[in-house]
Antibody
Framework: EVQLVESGGGLIQPGGSLRLSCAAS????????MHWVRQAPGKGLEWLAL???????QYADSVKGRFTISRDDSKNSAFLQMNSLRTEDTAVYYC?????????????WGQGTLVTVSS | DIVMTQSPDSLAVSLGERATINCKSS????????????LAWYQQKPGQPPKVLIY???TRESGVPDRFSGSGSGTDFTLTISSLQAEDAAVYYC?????????FGQGTKVEVK
C-alpha cells in the first residue's frame, strides 16, 4: 500500500526556516515525480514544487528562491527546505506523487503537516 | 501560468439530485499529440487530503462511484454528480497538469440541502 507521511511542521517566527519531510512507503520516491502542495487555513490548494525523477526541480513563483525541494533515496523520502518564512506561508503542507505511468495527476497524498508562521 | 476558474463557488443540492461544477482554464489543456485533456478533479473532505476522482478530464479513478463523471475538452470542463449522496458533501477542485505550475481551481463547496 502506498503511503506518504509528512513531518516537520510547527510554529516558527517570520524570517525563520523549517525543513519538512515526506516519508514514503509502498513505492520508491526515485521512481515517481514528487510534489509539495499547501493549503492556507480555509483556503484552496496551491501547488508549490516538483522534483522530477531526474532530480530537476520546479517551483511556483511564490516560493522560488526561498524553498528547495529534494529527495533522499536512502530514506525513501522527499523534503521541502523553507527559508525566509512569511506569515502568508502559514498552511497545511502536503506531499503528493504523480500517478505512475503516463498520468500526471496526484494519486497519493499525505495527511499534511501544519506550518504556522507567527511572532 | 494557466488560471483555473471554477463555478459556482458553492452549491446546495438535495439528496438524489444532480450537482454540476464547471471549470474553465485560461488556455487549452488539450495536448494535440495524444488528444488528451490534462485535467483532473479532486474531492476534499474536512481534515482530509484531496482524493483524485477523475483524470484525463473524463476517466474515473478506480473505486470512484459511477455517479461521478467528467466531461469537456480544451478549456471548458464539467464534473457531474448524478445523484448526490450525503457522503459527497465536500470541496471539489479541478487541476491542470498540462504545464508547470500545476494550478488548481479555487474550489467548489458542495453541500446537501
Amino acid at each position: 500500500e502506498v503511503q506518504l507521511v509528512e513531518s516537520g511542521g510547527g510554529l516558527i517566527q517570520p524570517g525563520g526556516s523549517l525543513r519538512l519531510s515526506c516519508a514514503a512507503s509502498g513505492f520508491s520516491v526515485r521512481s515517481d515525480n514528487m510534489h509539495w502542495v499547501r493549503q492556507a487555513p480555509g483556503k484552496g490548494l496551491e501547488w508549490l514544487a516538483l522534483i522530477y525523477t531526474d532530480d530537476r526541480p520546479q517551483y511556483a513563483d511564490s516560493v522560488k528562491g526561498r524553498f528547495t525541494i529534494s529527495r533522499d533515496d536512502s530514506k525513501n523520502s522527499a523534503f521541502l527546505q523553507m527559508n525566509s518564512l512569511r506569515t502568508e506561508d502559514t498552511a497545511v503542507y502536503y506531499c503528493a506523487r504523480d500517478t505512475p505511468g503516463l498520468r500526471d495527476d496526484f494519486d497519493s497524498w499525505g495527511q499534511g503537516t501544519l506550518v504556522t508562521v507567527s511572532s | 501560468d494557466i488560471v483555473m476558474t471554477q463555478s459556482p463557488d458553492s452549491l446546495a443540492v438535495s439528496l438524489g439530485e444532480r450537482a454540476t461544477i464547471n471549470c474553465k482554464s485560461s488556455q487549452s489543456v488539450l495536448y494535440s499529440s495524444n488528444n488528451k485533456n490534462y485535467l483532473a478533479w479532486y474531492q476534499q473532505k474536512p481534515g482530509q487530503p484531496p482524493k483524485v476522482l477523475i483524470y484525463w478530464a473524463s476517466t474515473r479513478e478506480s473505486g470512484v462511484p459511477d455517479r461521478f463523471s467528467g466531461s469537456g475538452s480544451g478549456t471548458d470542463f464539467t464534473l457531474t454528480i448524478s445523484s448526490l449522496q450525503a457522503e459527497d458533501a465536500a470541496v471539489y477542485y479541478c487541476q491542470q497538469y498540462y504545464s508547470i505550475p500545476r494550478t488548481f481551481g479555487q474550489g467548489t463547496k458542495v453541500e446537501v440541502k
